[in-house]
T-cell receptor, first 115, second 110 residues
């Protein structure tokens, strides 16, 4: 299995809602990432988990809360989002912490719309 | 702050034409990767270059890493409509972070 699976593929939520994005990989990768991507722009790093511990938080607002229940799963809990948070949220994994010769494997993303 | 300048930002060409995308920095990167992304999908890794001066070929795509490991190029020969997408270069920067270029939107018309 060489995939990163993200669910849901699309999500529409109100500004008072609480929702979660899910990411799963079974490649044995020990580093997992959340990225945010606006249309026609490069992905922006949000969080990095290494060996199930949060190692990097790129000054992301607290309305985004990551969680890594085990080495295969990564969640992003959303609460009280703003319309400007609408974007494609990408999960990625790599064999170890940081970009190595093996690169990152990205999921297909969750298209989030905040209304 | 490590930056990767990618050019051109947009490229619209006819099927069969050749093109080159450039990625430049004043910083040295331990490795550099190229990704291709289609609308509504995540980036897909095309290649990783590690050694200065390295050249890698993937069918009609040729990737080169500069001798000083500060720049890279992607050359596509005889572009096809299926090559259409967002091309991203990304460098392995300090703190084990992936530094992305701004991306090149390529459209190949048939």
């Amino acid at each position: 299995d060489t995939e990163v699976t993200q669910t849901p593929k699309h999500l529409v939520m109100g500004m008072t809602n609480k929702k979660s994005l899910k990411c799963e990989q079974h490649m044995g990768h020990r580093a997992m990432y959340w990225y945010k991507q606006k249309a026609k722009k490069p992905p922006e790093l949000m969080f990095v988990y290494s060996y199930e511990k949060l190692s990097i938080n790129e000054s992301v607002p607290s309305r985004f809360s990551p969680e890594c229940p085990n080495s295969s799963l990564l969640n992003l809990h959303l609460h009280a989002l703003q319309p400007e948070d609408s974007a494609l949220y990408l999960c990625a994994s790599s064999a170890d912490r940081g970009p190595t010769s093996y690169g990152y494997t990205f999921g297909s993303g969750t298209r989030l719309t905040v209304v | 702050t490590q930056l990767l300048e990618q050019s051109p930002q947009f490229l619209s060409i006819q099927e069969g034409e050749n093109l080159t995308v450039y990625c430049n920095s004043s910083s040295v990167f331990s490795s550099l990767q190229w990704y291709r992304q289609e609308p509504g999908e995540g980036p897909v890794l095309l290649v990783t270059v590690v050694t200065g001066g390295e050249v890698k070929k993937l069918k009609r795509l040729t990737f080169q890493f500069g001798d000083a490991r500060k720049d890279s190029s992607l050359h596509i020969t005889a572009a096809q409509p299926g090559d259409t997408g967002l091309y991203l270069c990304a460098g392995a920067g300090r703190g084990n972070k992936l530094v992305f270029g701004a991306g090149t939107i390529l459209r190949v018309k048939s």
